[in-house]
């Protein structure tokens, strides 16, 4: 077996021997993921989207992880040229495979203000339509009783987990306090929250990876100071990032920097760079293919985030007041 396309920092990190031996935490058909050296590392089927930390696997055919006989706890070996699980007799080649970045993609975005909100009216749209919208959807859709201004949309919702309702409070608290970028109380809410949600990547985390993904793209369309939006989304999951699934934390740390699958990313390109529906919807189907609600739920904090960020109202509270005084108290 050879793979197709390596993370850069993952094959960085393999170069100078900060990687040598892991041990699987987790299988499934088209993914495996390997706990090596306090790195979450993922084997991806070509059926899958690139991810940080990732290894895409070549293959012509179908394959499961499962059926390669694969289980919990066996070694896989790592370097340059491959990686090996001796157990198994498995190796998949690395020699030939292309580096892929997981970093934000920066460049000019010609897309006017008009244009970005009719991009966002599209990705309501689509949500609505298409989204798994019973996870964290209900919540979102509480948003409008607190921050009206925000104009979201009334999202069709067909079924509604009960339990969620035990942190609806807390979730409207985190948007209240993002309204104001209130980072001490955005950080002891977040680690009130984050982790609540079945799955390895709960709803609330992957809202909130979302949320941080949106802030960094949307922070360079508006051409803002940038670091300020790096530590706030740092200190958003600060208190309570070790408490989730280890998938989710390595997820919600990667996001906090901006660093996501490549479904996400395009889905970002799709608003920020292109005015083309058709691109957008695809890029949106992509998404919510992920898990059963995460990739809805990862988009409906990116929905989110574009409507607090192109809000004027808000955006002023990111470019001035708030970072401001945030920078002086923590960077000074």
């Keep these: 077996m050879k793979a197709s396309f390596i993370c850069e920092n993952l094959l960085k990190a393999i170069a100078a021997e900060e990687i040598v031996e892991g041990r699987v935490h987790s299988v499934f ?5 390997i706990e090596a050296s306090g790195n979450f590392i993922t084997l991806l089927s070509n059926k899958k989207n690139m991810a940080p930390m990732s290894i895409l696997i070549d293959s012509s055919r179908k394959f499961d992880f499962k059926k390669l006989n694969i289980t919990q706890n066996l070694y896989f070996n790592f370097n340059v040229n491959g990686i090996y699980c001796s157990e198994r007799n498995l190796f998949i080649r690395l020699d030939e495979a292309q ?5 934000v993609s920066i460049r000019y975005s010609n897309i006017t203000e008009k244009e970005l909100a009719n991009n966002i009216k599209i990705l309501e749209i689509g949500l609505n339509t298409h989204g798994k919208l019973y996870g964290i959807g209900p919540l979102v859709n509480m948003i409008n009783d607190e921050l009206p201004n925000l104009k979201l949309f009334s999202f069709k919702i067909h079924s509604i987990d009960e339990s969620f309702k035990f942190i609806k409070s807390r979730f409207l608290r985190l948007i209240r ?10 950080a002891q809410i977040g680690g009130s929250i984050i982790g609540f949600g079945s799955g390895l990547t709960p709803a609330v985390d992957d809202f909130i990876s979302g949320l941080m993904i949106c802030f960094i793209y949307l922070g360079y369309y508006y051409k803002l100071d940038i670091s300020p939006i ?3 989304n740092s200190k958003m999951i600060s208190e309570s990032v070790n408490k989730t699934t280890k998938v989710s934390s390595e997820m919600l740390k990667h996001s906090s920097i901006g660093e996501t699958n490549e479904a996400v990313r395009e889905l970002m390109e799709s608003i920020l760079y292109y005015h083309d529906e058709e691109k957008i919807n695809k890029a949106i189907l992509n998404t919510i293919s992920y898990g059963e609600t ?3 739920d990862t988009a409906l904090g990116i929905y989110v985030g574009c409507k607090f960020l192109t809000t004027i109202k808000y955006r002023r509270v990111y470019e001035n007041e708030v970072l401001c005084r945030y920078q002086k108290k923590h960077i000074l």
Excluded: H, M, Q, V
Aim: aromatic letters at 12%.
């Design 230 to 232: 790096y530590k706030f």
């Design 99 to 103: 580096k892929w970045s997981p970093r």
């Design 29 to 33: 058909k088209n993914a495996c993921n």
């Design 294 to 296: 995460s990739g809805t």
């Design 177 to 186: 306090a993002l309204e104001i970028l209130d980072i001490d109380e955005i």
